[in-house]
C-alpha cells in the first residue's frame, strides 16, 4: 500500500557528508514512524535511526546520534537522514522503513524501500 522511495547515495570521500531522502507515496497509519536501516556486505541489517510522526527521534546510539540526524517534513511525506564525518565503515545500503508504531519499526517494519548505495573512501 504504502511505497517508499530512497535517494541521495553516492560515492563520498571520507570526512565528508551527505544527506539521504526518503519519500512515502501518501500518508498513513503505516507511516507513523519512519526510520533508516543499513547493511554492509556480509552483515546484518542494522537500524540506524527513527522518528515519528510529532517528531520525537532515537538513534541506535550516542555515537551515531553525534554524526547522524533524522527528521522529516510531514507536508512532503519525507524523511531525511543528514550524515557528517563519514567514515569507511559508514559504507552500505541505507533503507528507509516505516511502520505504525516505534515498536512495529524497530522490529517489524510493515514497508521498506529499495534502498540507496552509500560508499565512503578512505
Known amino acids: 500500500q504504502v511505497q517508499l522511495v530512497e535517494s541521495g547515495g553516492g560515492l563520498v570521500q571520507a570526512g565528508g557528508s551527505l544527506s539521504l531522502s526518503c519519500e512515502a507515496s501518501?500518508?498513513?497509519?503505516?507511516?507513523?514512524?519512519m526510520g533508516w536501516f543499513r547493511q554492509a556486505p556480509g552483515k546484518e541489517r542494522d537500524f540506524v535511526a527513527g522518528?515519528?510522526?510529532?517528531?520525537?527521534?532515537?538513534y541506535y546510539s550516542d555515537s551515531v546520534e553525534a554524526r547522524f540526524t533524522i527528521s522529516r517534513d510531514n507536508a512532503k511525506n519525507t524523511v531525511y537522514l543528514q550524515i557528517i564525518s563519514l567514515k569507511p565503515e559508514d559504507t552500505a545500503v541505507y533503507y528507509c522503513?516505516?511502520?505504525?508504531?516505534?515498536?512495529?519499526?524497530?522490529?517489524?517494519?510493515?514497508?521498506w524501500g529499495q534502498g540507496t548505495q552509500v560508499t565512503v573512501s578512505s
Open positions: 522503513a516505516s511502520g505504525t508504531s516505534k515498536a512495529v519499526l524497530r522490529t517489524g517494519p510493515q514497508y
Open positions: 501518501d500518508r498513513s497509519f503505516s507511516t507513523f514512524a
Open positions: 522518528i515519528t510522526w510529532h517528531g520525537d527521534s532515537w
